[in-house]
């Protein structure tokens, strides 16, 4: 069941011959809608946007025209529409089409339907189907018809002039709970009745198009900045779709697209619609949210993400947070937010693991406590979002949809939260559009069967969702799309904007003080803007002007106070710190010349990590500034060197055994340490006042004989690699 994208851009031209017909023949549009559902604004916005003159039906009424999705129903349609046409009957050159509101949209105007219907010859036209339904046995009844052409009637679209029409309808007798279809297919099978009154089936799709079965027969096509589907069966592009039957989430899809919702050349038109505006709102008045934390898995970056949170410029005070983390492991970092955030928010709850909910019953809960504090949004958000637009929050708002994902990857990957379509296993499934929204070569709202890890609900949407993460079948996020779709409650996915990211948080070992510093393979978007000093890029770049405080030593941004606290931490954690001695077991040939106070990498398990930044960011910055040579990034020896008073406070002086070494300082000069910094005998030169988080980097085996200054107080780290040894 897939469908196909094609660009074509000619003016597609409708021929025909016309019916003797009323100059100002004119179209009443009825449909029937008890509730205003998602599927029924869809329907508005489409009918509005083509001018069309709907009247509503029923709406408020209490529905009994039975479970139509399940099983046959629907009387109570006919039954509104005698009485609806009973009014109109008199009226003239009154062409009046019926048709349902959930699942069907308008491709086109008064004007196309009005010569397209007049080119039948007939009266009463309505749309037809390959399935005979719900009586099969009427199968043999139908008149014949082509292979391209479509033999059965389907009752969710009609049309006809309003004479013969309410002549039509208002035979026999019908009750609510009786099937509509059935009710006017055996009047179309009356053979004389319908010669009588000129009744037509849309056999080709003139009209009419039902999707159920005929997926395959379709194509989305566009001329211009208008699209439309052409269906290369029956060699038509009817006018009216309707999508039936169990097709909803490939409908939907389609329904991004038809109506100009987006087109190739104008975008999203339908973006700007039904929106509402924050701007200028006092901050007192904004709407209440309550907000969903779930941390369900161990998830890197958890730190991170609270600071995210936290710097959303949402009022605070207009939001309730529930936390549930289900690992005691993230215990520290709920704890560290709600100690230094908590006092600003309107309410702060924690599930921790003692409370021993399952994660669809915290989520269950997050619900519930949003009604109880009179929320209008709830967002949910999961702890592996890397929510990095802090106005996230007005924007999902503005965006006035019952729910609508921002969209987040893995950056680099495909891995989204969101799925394009379903398979019949009820899973994941790639829609035929899902990388170019994933790539955001086509931006906008899109309707999608499956959102999950953050997303906003409108609170009156609530009501009918209560209890629906708790499935005993299904994953929670499962279960509340399926609830959602069911409700026909439109689930949108938002990649206008950049919101943020999603961490990796499969193999996540937290075996170490700080867990992130680790994370450089599975997460390196995120490893490097917690990690890499924010000036790297321009450092790097041609045009910039390295630093050089001596001669051929040059002077890098390199990585953040976080890393130098981190990696100090852990070095200090794990403790080992050699004696300083000629004596190394750590070493191969078991003796070091120039012996320091120092942990390797290798010790704390970080080697292939150190390595890999060696390569990844190291090597550029040496490649640019050591024009025409190609490092191997080899490094046996990768160190931290701690001096201080009373142990080893200086170096004495000594080449390295590298062709190139690097350097960066773990802490702050005068702040941390007094004295320190290398010098360079060579040139008489030293760098006293290094900087935190900004790397040395020098010739080493010839050039730069160099020693270490006397620390004076306190104690200075400094990372050292000997690279291309
Ligand atoms: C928000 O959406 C609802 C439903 O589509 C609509 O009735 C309402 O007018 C919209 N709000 C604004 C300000 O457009
Ligand atoms: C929000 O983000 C903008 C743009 O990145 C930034 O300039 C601003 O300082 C941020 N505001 C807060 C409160 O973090």
Redesign the pocket.
């Given at each position: 069941m897939e469908w196909k994208i094609i660009f074509v851009f000619c003016v597609v031209s409708f021929s025909y011959l016309p019916r003797t017909s009323a100059d100002n023949e004119r179209v009443q549009v009825l449909t029937v809608a008890t509730e205003?559902t998602?599927g029924f604004?869809r329907f508005m916005r489409t009918a509005n946007k083509y001018q069309l003159n709907v009247k509503v039906l029923g709406l408020g009424e209490k529905w009994e025209g039975g479970n139509m999705a399940m099983s046959t129903g629907g009387g109570q349609k006919v039954m509104l529409l005698r009485k609806a046409l009973e009014e109109l009957k008199d009226e003239k050159d009154l062409v009046v089409m019926f048709v349902d509101s959930y699942d069907l949209i308008f491709t086109a105007g008064e004007k196309e339907i009005l010569q397209a219907f007049n080119k039948f010859n007939a009266k009463v036209v309505f749309s037809a189907e390959d399935f005979c339904w719900p009586d099969r046995r009427l199968e043999s009844q139908y008149p014949i018809v082509r292979m391209t052409e479509k033999r059965y009637l389907n009752s969710g679209g009609f049309i006809g002039l309003v004479a013969e029409l309410y002549d039509l309808v208002t035979r026999g007798d019908v009750k609510a709970a009786d099937d509509d279809q059935l009710f006017y297919t055996k009047l179309f099978l009356d053979e004389q009745l319908r010669a009588k009154l000129s009744v037509k089936l849309d056999t080709r799709g003139e009209i009419f198009q039902n999707l159920n079965g005929a997926l395959e027969e379709v194509t989305l096509k566009f001329k211009g900045s208008s699209g439309y589907l052409y269906n290369s069966r029956t060699g038509t592009s009817p006018l009216v779709i309707h999508g039936n039957g169990p097709i909803k989430v490939q409908f939907n899809s389609l329904t991004n697209y038809l109506a100009d919702q987006w087109t190739p050349t104008a975008g999203c038109q339908s973006c700007k619609?039904?929106?509402?505006?924050l701007e200028g709102i006092k901050p007192e008045d904004f709407p209440r949210v309550m907000m969903g934390i779930f941390f369900e898995e161990k998830t890197p970056f958890a730190d991170v993400f609270f600071e995210n949170i936290a710097q959303l410029t949402y009022p605070k005070d207009k939001i309730d947070i529930i936390i549930h983390y289900a690992d005691e492991f993230h215990k520290r970092h709920v704890e560290r937010f709600v100690k230094a955030h908590q006092s600003e928010y309107r309410s702060v709850v924690i599930f921790s693991p003692a409370k021993q909910l399952t994660e669809g019953t915290a989520r269950n809960r997050a619900l519930e406590a949003c009604l109880k504090h009179s929320c209008l949004y709830y967002l949910a958000i999961d702890g592996a979002v890397q929510l990095e637009n802090n106005r996230t929050l007005q924007m999902l708002i503005e965006r006035?949809?019952?729910v609508i994902a921002p969209m987040v990857l893995r950056p680099g990957k495909l891995w989204s939260n969101f799925w394009g379509s379903i398979g019949k296993d009820g899973y994941y499934k790639r829609s035929e559009d899902y990388i170019d929204l994933v790539e955001s070569k086509r931006k906008g709202i899109w309707n999608v069967p499956h959102i999950t890890n953050i997303y906003m609900i409108q609170a009156f949407r609530i009501p009918s969702i209560l209890g629906a993460y708790v499935d005993p079948e299904v994953d929670p996020d499962i279960a509340i799309c399926a609830r959602l779709r069911e409700k026909d409650i439109f689930l949108y996915i938002d990649n206008q904007q950049y919101y943020g990211h999603l961490v990796n948080t499969e193999n996540f070992d937290t075996t170490h003080l700080h867990n992130d510093l680790y994370q450089i393979f599975d997460n390196r978007y995120t490893w490097d803007k917690k990690y890499v000093h924010p000036e790297y890029k321009r450092a790097l770049a041609a045009d910039t002007v390295n630093p050089q405080p001596c001669p051929d030593v040059y002077w890098f941004p390199m990585v953040t106070p976080k890393f130098c606290q981190d990696y100090i931490d852990e070095m200090e954690n794990f403790g080992k710190w050699s004696g300083g001695k000629n004596q190394d077991e750590r070493l191969a040939g078991g003796y070091e010349n120039v012996p320091t106070v120092d942990i390797h990498t290798n010790q704390i398990g970080w080697e292939k990590h150190w390595l890999h930044f060696l390569k990844e960011y190291i090597v550029p910055l040496n490649a640019k500034v050591f024009t025409g040579y190609y490092s191997e990034a080899r490094a046996i020896m990768n160190f931290v060197v701690r001096y201080r008073p009373g142990e080893q406070d200086r170096l004495r002086p000594h080449h390295d055994s590298s062709t190139f070494t690097i350097n960066i300082a773990l802490n702050t000069h005068m702040d941390d340490y007094e004295g320190g910094g290398p010098r360079f005998l060579r040139y008489d030169c030293a760098v006293a006042g290094t900087r935190r988080g900004w790397m040395l980097m020098h010739p080493g085996r010839l050039t730069h004989f160099h020693e270490g200054m006397p620390v004076t107080k306190g104690t200075r780290y400094i990372m050292v690699s000997f690279v291309d040894p």
């Open positions: 205003e998602d604004r619609e039904d929106t509402i505006d006035n949809r019952s």
